[in-house]
Every structure is written in structure tokens, then in C-alpha cells.
């Protein structure tokens, strides 16, 4: 079981550029969500999903583009990164349909536009 | 919208002393209170929770309590040690919590000096 798994762990682009972070649960895990986490703001939801085929916006949607093809995957798209997208993103899964509200993080992906 | 304020944002302590984080949130339907733990550069990792149909819970050192008139609920660590020194994230559940997400207070950076 290997839980949340991001990649890449760290990444830097250039102002303009476009990238996919990765995020894979294999807990069977219906809701994903992706956060940006910026010091002093705590953790701002972007994305999230309750299941395959299914997505909704979250508190800063603006710049990122989400899909939910599987229940195990659950991509991040920048679409032309600019500086304020410079954060630590984390992506997250629970059950809550099962009764589990947690959730388990990913470890992180740093990012970093210049 | 909905909102969870958290104080102290930094808080030092003595070895073996007890430290309080206190959150409050606004959405009086929110039924689901978890507490994260993050260590410099690591994922946040769920350390307690708590449901509205209990006042308070505890594991070993650590204990939450939950007040719902008031919309407020509290982290207590007694007998701190310095492995204890990390951020702590409060959050709490929109709505009733089917959905899946999460709105995460501001962060308490714990500091235990020994």
C-alpha cells in the first residue's frame, strides 16, 4: 500500500510554462483534492473530486485545470505558470463515503516560477 | 463563506509543559474536526480527530475537546517533548462532511525547548 503518491517531488519553470503534477492512491479512495500550502496562508483548496468523472472548483481555482479519468489519479494541470503559483502543493484523499473523513497527503510537490 | 480561525499562530514551551491550540470555525453544520501534524519539509499527517456527537477525545498525550454552541474546539499536549516541536493545522468539515473537504486553519508553529 503505497497511499498518496506525487511526483515530482520538486520542479522549477519558467513564467509562461505549462506542467502536470501527478498525484495516485491506490486506497480505493473516492474524494481527491489538490492545496497549495504558502507560509502564513495554511493549506487553500484549488481542485477536488468525489469520484471518477467528477470534479469541482475549490477556494483558488484560477490557473489550474483538474481530471478524474480513474478513481487512482488525480492530475494537477498548470496552464501558463506565473510567479504567484510559486507554493508547495499537496494532494490529498479520503472516504468519506466509508465513513473516513481524513485525509492522507501526498508528500509534496515544491514548485518554483521564475 | 466558510472560515476556521486558529491561535496562537507560534507558541513556545518548556519540556514537560502542556501546550493549547484553540480553533474556531463558522459553518454550524461542519461535523468533522481533525487535527495535522507537519514537520519541517514532511506531509501533514492526521494525529486526532473528533466527531460533533462527542465533546472530547484523547490518545496517550494528546486530547481534543468540542464545544458546538460555542463553534469552537481545542488541541491539548501535556508532557510535551521536543519531538513534539512541528505545525499543527486544525480543520473542519464543510457542510456535513459527505462531500469530502476540508477548511484548514492558519497553522501553529509549536516550538518545545527542552
Known amino acids: 500500500n503505497a497511499g498518496v503518491t506525487q511526483t515530482p517531488k520538486f520542479q522549477v519553470l519558467k513564467t509562461g510554462q505549462s506542467m502536470t503534477l501527478q498525484c495516485a492512491q491506490d486506497?480505493?479512495?473516492?474524494?481527491m483534492s489538490w492545496y497549495r500550502q504558502d507560509p502564513g496562508m495554511g493549506l487553500r483548496l484549488i481542485h477536488y473530486s468525489v469520484g471518477a468523472g467528477i470534479t469541482d472548483q475549490g477556494e483558488v481555482p484560477n490557473g489550474y485545470n483538474v481530471s478524474r479519468s480513474t478513481t487512482e489519479d488525480f492530475p494537477l494541470r498548470l496552464l501558463s505558470a506565473a510567479p504567484s503559483q510559486t507554493s508547495v502543493y499537496f494532494c490529498?484523499?479520503?472516504?468519506?463515503?466509508?465513513?473516513?473523513?481524513?485525509?492522507?497527503f501526498g508528500s509534496g510537490t515544491r514548485l518554483t516560477v521564475v | 463563506g466558510e472560515n476556521v480561525e486558529q491561535h496562537p499562530s507560534t507558541l513556545s514551551v518548556q519540556e514537560g509543559d502542556s501546550a493549547v491550540i484553540k480553533c474556531t470555525y463558522s459553518d454550524s453544520a461542519s461535523n468533522y474536526f481533525p487535527w495535522y501534524k507537519q514537520e519541517l519539509g514532511k506531509r501533514p499527517q492526521l494525529i486526532i480527530d473528533?466527531?460533533?456527537?462527542?465533546g472530547e477525545k484523547k490518545d496517550q498525550r494528546i486530547a481534543v475537546t468540542l464545544n458546538k454552541t460555542a463553534k469552537h474546539f481545542s488541541l491539548h499536549i501535556t508532557e510535551t517533548q521536543p519531538e513534539d516541536s512541528a505545525v499543527y493545522f486544525c480543520a473542519a468539515s464543510i457542510g456535513g462532511g459527505s462531500q469530502g473537504n476540508l477548511i484548514f486553519g492558519k497553522g501553529t508553529k509549536l516550538s518545545v525547548k527542552p
Open positions: 490529498a484523499s479520503s472516504s468519506p463515503g466509508q465513513g473516513n473523513y481524513g485525509y492522507t
Open positions: 473528533i466527531r460533533s456527537n462527542v
Open positions: 486506497m480505493n479512495h473516492e474524494y
